[in-house]
């Protein structure tokens, strides 16, 4: 994993695993906002490849969930999910939250 940016979220990755089976026509969403296929990501055999890192927020520190406990401050980092859209014996299927890899 990569080292935490200034705000504590963390690159995860660049690259998700399509769910088995999956069929076309495919989405892919980025927090709830569709990609382009060839601008935003690109479909390779049953990957899918994003132009950009994808973020995740990183570990929450002791201190940190203590002042959230006790409502002094809440969690601003950056989280992005990605969910897909895709096609499954003729049934459209959505797979939420799939895990980004290296």
Known sequence: MSAPREDGSIE???RVILPR??????????????QAEGVG??????????????VK???LGGLRWLSMWIGLVGTYRKNETIDISYR??????????????E
């Open 12 to 14: 995860v990755g660049s």
């Open 21 to 34: 089976g999956a069929e076309r026509p495919i989405a892919v969403y980025i927090n709830g906002i569709e």
């Open 41 to 54: 990501y690109k479909l390779i055999g049953s990957e899918v490849r994003f132009a950009r890192p994808i």
């Open 57 to 59: 927020e990183g570990k």
């Open 88 to 101: 499954l014996r003729g049934e459209t299927r959505l797979a939420s939250d799939v895990e980004v890899i």
